[in-house]
């Protein structure tokens, strides 16, 4: 995916659509710091800066979701849940006995 880096990190409502919803996230301080140190180089705001990463980010889930992955990651994540679920019962009735 290729940006123009003027259209993607305009300021200040500049070709921003009217219509939209916010949002609020919590980063840690280091992340962000990372995010306050590209914004300043970049000329925009945290927050600008932050929606572009969120729809890169977003193209790239989609895309997965499209290829299957998320499903297989999703499976993978509960299965591996289910596993040490298991294991923790069997431990108990291991020390139980």
Do not use: P, Y
Request: charged content about 30%.
């Amino acid at each position: 995916m290729s940006f123009n880096l003027k259209e993607t990190f305009s300021r200040k409502g500049e070709g921003v659509k009217k219509t939209g919803k916010g949002m609020a996230i919590w980063v840690d301080l280091e992340t962000a710091e990372r995010i306050t140190s590209i914004a300043k180089k970049l000329g925009v705001s945290n927050s600008h800066l932050i929606k572009n990463l969120a729809l890169c980010g977003l193209d790239d889930a989609e895309l997965l979701d499209k290829l299957g992955i998320l499903t297989i990651g999703l499976l993978i994540k509960k299965t591996k849940e289910k596993l040490q679920s298991l294991a923790e019962e069997g431990r108990k009735q291991i020390v139980e006995s």
